[in-house]
T-cell receptor, first 114, second 115 residues
């Protein structure tokens, strides 16, 4: 799977929007962009994923650049419970069909300031 | 999404003993489960892929005789750390996947401390 690059850490004020960037310049045409987050002392949890179009769900929005070489996870109104490490992961759906192992990078540690 | 549990949530054992960690998929039949290990301040590292009814597939550098994996049913996979040493102290996390699913669901993790 292609590599992603994320800032090591970010801070945001509570109740403000947060934009978490991810660069994936070597993304292939069949790579899906997945975001997971890991709260302290817990297993990761799925946040959102997309291929080309922007995506929205109850947790967040995913904005994907037109050339797909970068994406941004958007938390519309951060709360203290959103403090976590956020991982941006590429998954080649075609070659990994039936073998969905995920390769985690270092992620972005998001701190929410009350 | 799938609900995944792990037992125990934390365990302390003496060096040289074996520890078994269970991963259960509570509401989904999982043909494939994954085992990860996470050291403090580091990211998750995949250890092995557990396949129901067949041998697990281990990642490079992971000793299959030390980390025994059994996936005897569609809802249960176990990881046994044999002859545990202090350097095996870590956070062990399992996840559930199956062919074609687009997301993966993780257990809450098991914290192992080997004294």
């Amino acid at each position: 799977d292609a590599k992603t690059t994320q800032p090591n850490s970010m801070e945001s004020n509570e109740e403000e929007p947060v934009h978490l960037p991810c660069n994936h310049s070597t993304i292939s045409g069949t790579d899906y962009i997945h975001w997971y987050r890991q709260l302290p002392s817990q297993g990761p949890e799925y946040v959102i994923h997309g291929l080309t179009s922007n995506v929205n769900n109850r947790m967040a929005s995913l904005a994907i650049a037109e050339d797909r070489k970068s994406s941004t996870l958007i938390l519309h109104r951060a709360t203290l419970r959103d403090a976590a490490v956020y991982y941006c992961i590429l998954r080649d759906f075609i070659s990994n069909f039936g073998n969905e192992k995920l390769t985690f990078g270092t992620g972005t540690r998001l701190t929410i300031i009350p | 999404g799938a609900v995944v549990s792990q037992h125990p949530s934390r365990v302390i054992c003496k060096s040289g003993t074996s520890v078994k960690i269970e991963c259960r998929s509570l509401d989904f039949q999982a043909t494939t489960m994954f085992w990860y290990r996470q050291f403090p301040k580091q990211s998750l590292m995949l250890m092995a892929t557990s396949n129901e009814g067949s041998k697990a597939t281990y990642e490079q550098g992971v000793e299959k005789d030390k980390f025994l994996i059994n996936h005897a049913s569609l809802t249960l996979s176990t990881l046994t750390v044999t002859s545990a040493h202090p350097e095996d102290s870590s956070f062990y996390i399992c996840s559930v996947g199956s062919g074609g699913r687009e997301t993966q669901y993780f257990g809450p993790g098991t914290r192992l401390l080997v004294l």
